[in-house]
């Protein structure tokens, strides 16, 4: 068989790779591609879908502030690069949460990474003085790879600390009390009615449920989802933030309640867009549908078939048969790092551990596929040629 010609990543465009977020540090995890994805600012852009989601979000609190006297801070260009104090140790997010793991976050240094939430401004402008405020931007996360997971997404969070009356009552209360307490109910009711009415603003009067979450940062804590394409989707995260967030920012003396949602989630509803990587291209046919502050539904330009490429290696080695390093976020980013946007989904479609020698197998289906143009088959066996010999790297035995 000949050996495919060595494949090119694909161009990174006209976007610089700051050295920033590449920075020779031991824990930093920052792929090219995520490097090259920052200071984008999609929800900056006037007409693009997530920039028109962000304006009629922030439509509708404005509107809110004419009938109670709140008016919500905008904040919408800080920095993605944020502390671990901020993103989670702020938010009583403890240091063996999962969502701190490297196998989970992009790290630059040991203490400071990309934003995984918008949360992470939170405490910094309640520390600040400000009683409401919207805060928007891209956040990132290590992932699985389909249609509506992407490595980087955007986040608006809300928060709105209520009169200095909604503490009356609430002093030295446990947090069963608290839970049942006039404060916290009055708090709660306010933050469903604010959120039930952005969705109905969004979408026109819609399906919604509430169910329990849980967040370390707000008590009591729920999820909203909404009932689009006969299924329920969840849309955002929100809660009573928690009295030691607070007692943190020096706001101990005020109570009040905080959301983040996801605004691809949402533009993908309203403008119809099937997959979110869609967001990213610099295709004038994805752009020239859109215009500043109009939903309109996308028209698909692209049905371009996909091309499936299976890829099948061992984890571990029989001297290590109960060590078993493999970190799956590793191997999607190692794809994507390899293949760009041209990866459209990686399914695990086997795994077994062989009885006898204890070594663990996994087969992942890549199914690449291109939102633009054709793919021709030599290209992806250049590029899946590349995902082998990369893989290899991991520590992992192809078969
Ligand atoms: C959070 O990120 C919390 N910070 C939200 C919050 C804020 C709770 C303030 C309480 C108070 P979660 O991980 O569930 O929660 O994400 C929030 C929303 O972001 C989700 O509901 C979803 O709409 C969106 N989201 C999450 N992960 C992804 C993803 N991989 N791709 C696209 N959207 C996502
Ligand atoms: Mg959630």
């Not at 000949?2 to 824990?27: D, E, F, I, N």
């Amino acid at each position: 068989k000949p050996t495919p010609a060595a494949p090119q990543a694909p161009p990174l465009g006209k976007y610089a790779v700051p050295s920033r977020y590449l920075q020779p540090h031991p824990s930093n995890n920052i792929t090219p591609h995520i490097a090259s994805l920052v200071g984008r600012d999609l929800h900056l852009r006037p007409s693009h879908p997530i920039g028109i989601i962000r304006s009629k979000i922030q439509e509708y609190f404005a509107s809110l502030s004419t009938d109670n006297n709140t008016t919500y801070t905008i904040f919408d260009a800080e920095d993605p690069i944020v502390t671990a104090q901020q993103c989670f140790d702020d938010l009583l997010i403890p240091p063996d949460h999962p969502g701190r793991a490297p196998s989970d976050t992009y790290y630059v240094t040991d203490t400071s990474l990309l934003r995984t939430h918008t949360s992470a401004h939170q405490s910094q402008h309640l520390r600040s003085g400000v009683d409401a405020f919207l805060c928007c931007g891209d956040v990132y996360r290590r992932d699985e790879i389909d249609a509506t997971h992407y490595p980087a997404f955007h986040q608006m969070e809300g928060v709105k600390l209520m009169g200095p009356e909604s503490m009356i009552g609430a002093d030295g209360l446990n947090d069963e009390q608290w839970l049942h307490s006039p404060e916290c109910q009055l708090i709660e009711a306010d933050l469903k009615a604010t959120l039930e009415g952005l969705m109905d603003h969004l979408f026109g009067p819609t399906e919604k449920r509430w169910n329990d979450d849980f967040f370390p940062f707000t008590q009591p804590s729920y999820e909203l989802e909404i009932y689009h394409n006969d299924e329920w989707m969840e849309v955002l995260g929100c809660g009573v933030i928690h009295e030691q967030v607070l007692h943190l920012s020096n706001r101990s003396d005020r109570r009040g309640w905080a959301f983040g949602l996801g605004l691809e989630r949402l533009a993908m509803i309203l403008f119809k867009i099937p997959d979110i990587r869609l967001f990213w291209t610099e295709d004038e046919r994805f752009h020239r549908q859109f215009t500043e502050g109009q939903i309109v539904e996308f028209q698909s330009y692209s049905k371009f078939p996909p091309v499936f490429k299976d890829i099948a290696f061992w984890t571990n080695d029989e001297r290590t048969t109960n060590q078993d390093d493999f970190v799956e976020n590793d191997f999607f980013d190692l794809v994507r790092s390899t293949a760009g946007d041209l990866v459209e989904k990686i399914e695990l479609i086997d795994s077994f551990t062989h009885p006898k020698t204890g070594r663990s197998s996994r087969c992942y289906r890549i199914s690449y596929r291109s939102m633009d143009r054709n793919l021709t088959n030599e290209e992806i066996d250049g590029l899946q040629f590349k995902v082998r010999d990369e893989t290899a790297t991991l520590g992992c035995e192809l078969r």
